[in-house]
């Protein structure tokens, strides 16, 4: 079946920079209510800011949590994800620990991820795996801790470190975790083009910062269902 598809409320509209000031926050809130983003995404610092310009809307908060390395303790992750709803947001986005999930400490993994998804119970969890530091057989295996621990989703990239999303691991993503979990492409997707190979490849969440750009350079577009 051929489907038409407006895809802004299916981006994560998102400023991290450590430079972002708060009136970047405030226009990038502005902006998801113009454009109709699912959230915006930003650092802990923003969250209750973000949570009053955007009250009253459909645009929900999402936070960072452990960011951008993951390398922060499981206690920290959970007391960053408590508070980060505390002050307002409706999403979680935690970095998985890379290190021990290369060591193989995978209940650690599993642990770390299950006690941010235990301390905010009403709230999704978007779990960065961090694909370009992993081989294939590592983001099948973070998948699955991510989903046993009751994550709601799996996320490509920090934009942080040495490469971003492709199409390929969100496809490996997507049939790893199966039709029931989200998710969530992020980090180097800047043109229609990549968005929609994204969308195609499995993706149901965008993390975005040219989100403007381009869905003002009209994202709707045919995918191709069989």
């Known amino acids: 079946m051929l489907l038409n598809h407006n895809i802004a409320f299916l981006i994560d509209h998102t400023n991290l920079k450590p430079e972002a000031r708060g009136s970047d926050i405030e226009k990038l809130c ?28 459909k645009v929900r908060v999402c936070c960072v949590v452990g960011f951008p390395l993951g390398a922060s303790t499981t206690e920290c992750k959970a007391f960053e994800a408590r508070l980060a709803v505390r002050n307002g947001a409706s999403e979680i986005d935690m970095v998985m620990n890379v290190g021990w999930l290369k060591d193989k400490r995978y209940e650690d993994v599993k642990n770390d991820i299950a006690a941010v998804v235990e301390s905010v119970p009403d709230n999704p969890v978007k779990v960065i795996l961090e ?39 969100v496809a490996l993503m997507r049939q790893t975790v199966g039709p029931d979990m989200g998710v969530k492409a992020s980090g180097g997707i800047r043109t229609r083009e990549a968005a929609e190979a994204m969308i195609e490849a499995g993706a ?8 403007v750009e381009i869905c003002s350079n009209g994202l709707n577009f045919h995918l191709d269902k069989k």
């Open 30 to 57: 502005c902006e998801a209510v113009q454009y109709g983003f699912a959230s915006v995404c930003v650092n802990p610092c923003y969250v209750a800011e973000a949570a009053a310009w955007l009250a009253g809307t």
């Open 204 to 211: 149901d969440r965008l993390g975005i910062s040219k989100s």
């Open 131 to 169: 694909t370009c530091l992993l081989d294939k057989s590592e983001i099948v295996k973070a998948c699955r801790l991510a989903k046993d621990a009751g994550a709601a989703f799996v996320k490509t990239s920090t934009g942080f470190s040495s490469g971003g999303a492709t199409a390929e691991d």
